[in-house]
């Protein structure tokens, strides 16, 4: 086996688990779920099936990945935040052929205790707040916080909070990387 599974986790049947990945007490990654190399799944984590995860993503303790959610690599899941893949569940009726797809581009940040509506796109390199409720698609860099979420800034590549100067460009107080802000949409320069 080229991946480490604490030995009260469950893997069911299908699965692909890259080398170097590590799933952690309690966990559960359900049928034909992907993960890349190098992910860290951490206690207490569901995996629902058909699940991808990229290379690299770390999920920390407490979280839902459900059914629909694709994770490209270098993704943060902060603990306990959730996704959701029914727009509008009712305990009587069966949507399951309804769910509806969630996806996080490369090197997105979900803050703790976020919660991500499903039928989303967070845009590569964006930094969601703690505690916040994604209801819309999210920019690429793009800071949000709050319930509903909003837009309060932008963020670099490092998570720092970019600041633009009168001709639309930022630099990264940590990398020293440029980035331009025109027309709302924010690009590496």
């Known amino acids: 086996m080229e991946y480490f599974a604490h030995e009260t986790a469950v ?3 299908g699965c692909k688990i890259g080398r170097g990945t590590k799933i952690w007490h309690f966990s559960h990654i359900m049928k034909n779920c992907e993960i890349g190399e190098n992910c860290n799944i951490g206690q207490n984590v569901v995996v629902s099936p058909d699940v991808v995860l990229g290379r690299n993503v770390k999920v920390q303790n407490n ?3 459900y059914t629909g959610v694709i994770c ?8 306990s935040m959730v996704f959701t893949n029914i727009t509008n569940p009712r305990s009587a009726i069966i949507r399951k052929d309804r769910y509806e797809k969630t996806l996080v581009r490369k090197g997105a ?3 703790a205790n976020s919660t991500i509506v499903c039928g ?3 845009g590569k390199f964006a930094f969601i707040g703690a505690g916040a409720v994604v209801t819309r698609a999210v920019e690429d860099y793009a800071l949000l916080v709050g319930n509903p979420a909003r837009r309060i800034g932008w963020m670099s590549e490092y998570g720092h909070r970019l600041h633009f100067d009168a001709e ?3 630099a990264c107080p940590e990398s020293g990387e440029k980035y331009i802000l025109i027309d709302g949409k924010v690009k590496k320069a």
């Open 120 to 122: 989303n796109e967070i």
């Open 63 to 65: 979280v839902s990945i």
């Open 168 to 170: 639309g460009v930022a």
């Open 72 to 79: 490209e690599d270098d993704v943060f899941l902060g603990p």
């Open 109 to 111: 940040t979900i803050g």
């Open 11 to 13: 893997i069911d049947e």
